[in-house]
């Protein structure tokens, strides 16, 4: 079974802190991505990677910034954390098929 | 641009009965069809998903879908809900771009609940 885990389920940070959200994935995927869920909203996609230091902005990348430097592992990061990004974010791999991982709920004080 | 019309925000069924959540999407070829589901507190887990063939598909948990070109329509169906269906549900399509990679967009959701 592919399995992406990420490091929190849970964060609380507060405004103006870097936030590191980490995503693992054990299937070899060269494609891994970040998405932020809010209600009403569905998924939106943040930033997306094709391979090792490759990465490309989603919808809506606007204070977040991503690195890649091992295949199996993607990071989000948030580099001043504002309460506007108070979020579940959820990280996937795969090509054809997406993977999620449980998700970390972050709430930004 | 491609986006994805889930029209039900919530919708409540009896235990036992039949289920059709809604999903209709815009896309200009063939596209790349997907449902998942996400119980609260979890990520989202795949029930199925369409490339091309054969246009009813079958998925885990007893659910099917049945892609429809002339409606750009997906529903997923299930003929008889169990109390463990309730969850939201979402509705996504694939668009290939370069190198073969794919970028999914998704729908509002569909959150489910059930009723004894």
């Known amino acids: 079974d592919v399995k992406v885990t990420q490091s929190s389920r849970y964060l609380v940070k507060r405004t103006g802190e870097k936030v590191f959200l980490e995503c693992v994935q054990d299937?070899?995927?060269?494609?891994m991505f970040w998405y932020r869920q809010d209600p009403g909203l569905g998924l939106r996609l943040i930033y997306f990677?094709?391979?090792?230091?490759?990465?490309e902005k989603g919808d809506i990348p606007e204070g977040y910034s991503v690195s890649r430097e091992k295949k199996e592992r993607f990071s989000l990061i948030l580099e001043s954390a504002s309460t506007n990004q108070t979020s579940m974010y959820l990280c996937?791999?795969?090509?054809?098929?997406?993977?999620f991982g449980p998700g970390t709920r972050l709430l930004v004080l | 641009a491609q986006s994805v019309t889930q029209p039900d925000i919530h919708i409540t069924v009896s235990e036992g009965a039949s289920l059709e959540l809604r999903c209709n999407y815009s896309?200009?070829?063939?596209?790349?069809l997907f449902w998942y589901v996400q119980s609260p507190g979890q990520g989202l887990q795949l029930l199925l998903k369409?490339?091309?063939?054969?246009?009813l598909v079958q998925g885990i948990k007893g659910f099917e879908a049945e892609f429809k070109r002339s409606q750009s329509s997906f529903n997923l169906r299930k003929p008889s809900v169990h109390w463990s269906d309730a969850a939201e549900y979402f509705c996504?399509?694939?668009?290939?771009?370069?190198?073969?990679?794919?970028?999914?967009?998704f729908g509002t959701g569909t959150r489910l609940t059930i009723i004894p």
């Open positions: 996937a791999s795969g090509k054809e098929t997406q993977y």
């Open positions: 299937m070899d995927h060269e494609n």
């Open positions: 990677s094709y391979d090792v230091k490759m990465k």
């Open positions: 896309y200009g070829a063939t596209p790349y």
């Open positions: 369409y490339f091309s063939g054969d246009t």
């Open positions: 996504a399509v694939g668009a290939v771009l370069n190198f073969g990679n794919e970028k999914l967009t």
